[in-house]
């Protein structure tokens, strides 16, 4: 019986299954980019609760955003912002990747000295006059007549109250009121409105603009960012 020679004795590789296992094993799934927005809001609830319900269903933006209801109104605003960025950025070693304001024109006289210092700090205004509550009206009618913010809830109750079929009384820290919304309104009716509003000024006097809304851009903005079919 002959002997294979020392030299051709082949030893048998080990362990290769087990190795090609893990190298599978080690290929991960990319995480999804994740996108910053910081919102501060004049409003400490309205605004707050309506966009947060807006983000917490966008996977890429739930997670790093802030939206900040501060109680505080045009200029005194914009510099609640930046101090809100300076300090989160600092605190969590990350940058914004998108800061916003939301205030109304109200009988404030620094609204557009507002607008214009926010955007010299690289700041978006979702500004409206004259109240945030025309942004939920145009979900369901066209408006280009100033009136009231009681005037505007007004109108938005009756509107819900129509659809629902039994009557609506509209409060300002109703956290549902995104979902209401979107049941019984239209928000792509309420964007193009918004932007038929703003076609109708020329100038850039925007304490002039009533009514009109910015509202419409952080929306679409947001909306922009959708990845997974809401459930």
């Not at 799934?29 to 309205?46: D, S, Y």
């Not at 300076?86 to 800061?99: A, S």
């Not at 049941?183 to 964007?191: R, T, V």
């Amino acid at each position: 019986m002959s002997h294979p020679k020392v030299g051709e004795i082949k030893m048998p590789r080990k362990h290769s299954r087990n190795v090609s296992s893990q190298k599978r094993e080690e290929k991960f799934e990319p995480k999804e980019e994740q996108i910053r927005f910081l919102i501060v809001c004049e409003g400490e609830e309205t605004e707050r609760n309506y966009f947060n319900a807006i983000i917490d269903k966008i996977p890429t933006v739930r997670n790093g955003s802030e939206v900040k209801g501060v109680g505080m109104n045009t200029v005194s605003l914009v510099n609640r912002a930046l101090e809100i960025k300076e300090d989160l950025e600092q605190k969590n070693d990350m940058t914004f990747d998108q800061v916003w304001v939301v205030f109304d024109k109200d009988n404030f006289e620094s609204f557009n000295k507002a607008i214009e210092m926010a955007n010299t700090h690289g700041i978006q205004s979702a500004w409206t006059n004259e109240s945030f509550e025309l942004w939920f009206y145009l979900h369901f009618d066209y408006l280009d007549t100033g009136i009231s913010r009681s005037q505007y809830i007004e109108k938005l109750e009756k509107k819900i109250s129509t659809k629902k079929g039994e009557k609506f009384k509209y409060e300002k820290e109703d956290p549902r009121i995104y979902e209401l919304l979107q049941k019984y309104g239209d928000e792509n009716l309420a964007i193009r409105y918004a932007q038929k509003l703003r076609e109708s000024y020329e100038d850039t006097n925007y304490a002039k603009h009533n009514p009109c809304t910015m509202v419409d851009k952080l929306v679409e903005k947001l909306n922009s960012f959708k990845q997974h079919k809401e459930l």
